[in-house]
């Protein structure tokens, strides 16, 4: 009876002890569930936030897309309205559209020349004004200097003088206005003349020798956009309207005011020219605008000129006179002159040689033929300046 008792006991304490048991289960089952839940709403928060982060970086940058096409579309209208001004349409440019990237539309102010445009793109509007430089210039606009170099500049030790000071078209001096000999837009790998053979002077100081007075050289600010033989003359980069002058051939004759636009089809060096190009006599100088474009040629000039001569590299042959300027084109342009000058034989009859000369003058170039759409063209609009852009984007989400 006794040991049933005590066995009664134990099976109660067994019970009683895995009640216990089960009882701490469930309250740690229950902190674990608790804890878990904790864990998977943190979770929840933390993606919930990421998408929501996402989701506003993607609007955004929709926003900024937007914006940027509507201020590109905005540039389009200023140059269409450009282009529309040049052939003389001062009306306004209507709404219209650029394929699926949005419209533009553009005004004209002929009282204070300017343009004023939209863009819009989505719900983005960008609003651009610029100021313009209406009406024919007088010289071309990338003919800075006797000699003007659109990039950098290598004069070599031979004879020749350039002088920026004005010269009529005789080519005497005269206190008309007054610019730099040599004008280029690159320091390095420019050299300019050297010893005593090149003079060069400008901006009311007579050519010398090296060293040479730094008013009579200029370094340009920026190596801009007139490069190219278009932008030189004022022209939009897109227009063919010098394609009527081009030729693969040099000029025969010496031009009589006229445009002509050689292109070499050969290469060639300093001492093995492509062409030499007959550019008139003292009786009866050459005039125009005479263009030789291609990068690697090289060409010899002789003869008087009175205009603008345009070429990549030069060769400027003794008792040669250009009155006007003369730019050059390459990212490195190279001139040369005769390395001797002849002293006079009396025996041969032969008078002596004088170095080449370039002689600044507003006068012959602002007596140059009138280009289509160039900037002696009475119908002449160049952008001068950004006056204002507005941003009308909508607002940012």
Known sequence: MLHFKKLENKTMKKRQNKQKTLKRLGNEGGFALIWTLLICLLLFGLMTGFYSVTINDSKLSAVDTANTQAFYLAESAIDQKLAELRLGNTDPLLETALGTMGTFEAVYDADNHTITASGTSGDATRTATVILETGALSTPPGAEAALTAKGRLSIQDSYMTVDGNDHD??????????????????????????????????????PIASPYNPVSIELLPNANDQISVNAILGLPEDSHALDIYQSTSPPGAPLNNEIYYYTPTATGSAASVVSTINLGTAANPGSGILIVSRSNSWVQFTGYFRGLIMAHNAVFAANTQIVGGVVLMNSTSTVYGPSSIAAADPEAAAPSETEPVIKYSSEALSMLPTITGGYNDPNYVKLKHWADTTNNAAPRV
């Open 169 to 206: 078209l005789n080519g005497d001096d005269t206190s008309g206005t007054e610019m730099p000999g040599v004008a280029y837009y690159y320091t390095s790998s420019t050299t300019i003349g050297g010893g005593t053979n090149v003079k060069i002077g400008g901006n009311n100081s007579v």
